[in-house]
């Protein structure tokens, strides 16, 4: 077995007894592979063994890597799971499945016109801040529901679930029952959260997506 296929496969047991010791279904936690930084000769063996679920942070990566390997696998998830600028809302909707980090109404509205003219939206998660720090994206948790109902009642966005990068000094598991919460009250069922380090823990809340770069690909 390959190294690539070794890691796979451990990193798949971890998610399946994380979820099962939570008495949650290995097949409610999703797997976002994510490859940014990371060319086409380290993602194709997590595509050869079987992997379609990927997530890349920049518009720009994404579009010089994922519409070749597209041709050669057509079932490929792509999630963008870095923040969004509205001038990039047209080619970011063309290339990724899922977008993760919807976080501010500018960006609602720029998406609402996009459907209006005919454009097909990919499925949306909303990112909360809720570490409110001020360099990062994301709504603030006391704006979340009222973002959320906003983007779903008056913008009519496909709004899936909600997002979170807690903050890195601090321990993620209040973070992560936060998110938790808010999409409980918002009636919402999907959870991206978690990551190389943490994603055990994500699990234990609720996270029904996790994205793992590091733990998969190594080092960027
Ligand atoms: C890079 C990144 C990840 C993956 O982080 P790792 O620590 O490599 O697992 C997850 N989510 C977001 C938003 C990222 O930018």
Not at 5 to 13: F, G, R, S, V
Not at 33 to 59: C, M, Q, W, Y
Not at 109 to 125: D, I, M, Q
Request: glycine share 6%; net charge negative; proline share 5%.
């Amino acid at each position: 077995m390959s190294d690539a296929l070794k890691t796979y496969a451990e990193i798949n047991a971890r998610i399946a007894a994380a979820a099962q010791s939570w008495s949650r279904k290995p097949e409610h936690v999703n797997l976002v592979a994510v490859s940014k930084t990371f060319d086409a000769s380290h993602i194709d063996p997590f595509l050869a063994a079987g992997h379609r679920v990927f997530g890349e942070n920049r518009v720009q990566e994404a579009a010089g890597k994922w519409p070749q390997l597209r041709e050669s696998y057509a079932d490929i998830e792509l999630h963008l799971i870095g923040p969004l600028q509205t001038n990039k809302a047209e080619e970011a909707i063309g290339l990724f499945d899922v977008i993760e980090t919807l976080d501010r109404e500018k960006l609602a509205v720029k998406l609402a016109s996009l459907a209006e003219k005919g454009h097909k939206l990919p499925r949306l998660f909303i990112q909360v801040n809720t570490g409110a720090e001020p360099q990062k994206s994301g709504i603030l948790p006391e704006q979340a529901l009222d973002f959320i109902s906003q983007c779903r009642e008056t913008y009519q966005l496909p709004i899936i679930g909600l997002m979170c990068i807690p903050p890195v000094e601090e321990h993620p598991a209040p973070h992560f029952a936060l998110l938790a919460k808010l999409a409980e009250q918002a009636g919402l069922s999907e959870l991206s959260m978690g990551m190389s380090e943490d994603f055990e823990a994500a699990i234990a809340q609720g996270a029904s997506y996790v994205r793992l770069g590091r733990a998969l690909f190594g080092a960027r």
